[in-house]
């Protein structure tokens, strides 16, 4: 029986990657990951050899990954499987990866690390004990407030990813159909010019909308509860 590895890697930082992710990433017998250079380069830094079957799995070519890594697996071999941040199929690929290799009836074993929702989260200084990641949400703005329609009364928080140059219209549009609430908008996290700004959802989008700003951004959203609404 052959075991996949699902393997997260940092969000920023190359010191927060585990002693057991460079192990397990230097003892397989194939990796499959979003991009090849990064990867490579994230364990050159580390001092670890990479593998000699090294290949690429992302979005547009996931469900040839998909197979094979099935192919090894069904040989028996161990396979890594990582993104280029964070843990392969959260709003990454490797969703389609893993359920190849459980159709196979092989092993899967995650090795777990940095989760820039998970940080954004405590960050943001909103209530940790029951909350909702969207992940990515719509690019057009009648979709998206859809998608946050559905959330409306739910008293979780949420949390969701979002490019830069489209923050502005994401806080506008939770304003618009959610109310008032307090929340956060998380950039750069664990990197050089990490920075979490807190507020109401007014204020921020008044913030964003007139400043460009650059990175990876994590938005995180009161939910429905008096306390952190207005």
Not at 30 to 41: I, N, P, Q
Request: charged letters at 25%; aromatic letters at 6%; hydrophobic letters at 40%.
């Amino acid at each position: 029986m052959g075991v996949l590895y699902v393997i997260a890697t940092p969000v920023g930082n190359t010191e927060d990657i585990s002693r057991r992710a460079l192990r397990v990433m230097g003892q397989v017998d194939a990796l499959a990951c979003e991009d090849t250079r990064r990867t490579k380069r994230l364990l050159s830094r580390c001092g670890v050899e990479a593998p000699s079957a090294v290949f690429s799995c992302f979005e547009h070519n996931e469900a040839a990954a998909a197979a094979k890594v099935r192919g090894l697996l069904d040989r028996d071999k161990q396979v890594g499987l990582c993104s280029n941040a964070g843990h392969p199929g959260i709003s990454d690929p490797g969703y389609r990866v893993i359920a190849a290799a459980l159709a196979g009836e092989h092993e899967v074993v995650v090795v777990p690390g940095p989760s820039a929702a998970l940080i954004a989260l405590l960050a943001s200084g909103l209530p940790t004990s029951s909350f909702t990641f969207k992940g990515f949400g719509p690019k057009k703005g009648a979709r998206r407030r859809s998608w946050l329609e559905d959330e409306r009364n739910a008293p979780h928080t949420l949390v969701i990813y979002e490019s830069a140059h489209r923050v502005a219209a994401l806080l506008r549009d939770a304003r618009a159909v959610l109310g008032d609430r307090r929340a956060a908008v998380c950039r750069e996290m664990t990197k050089m010019y990490e920075e979490t700004s807190r507020g109401w959802l007014s204020e921020l989008a008044e913030t964003y909308g007139a400043t460009r700003i650059k990175g990876e951004i994590t938005v995180v959203i009161a939910g429905n509860n008096p306390k952190f609404s207005r």
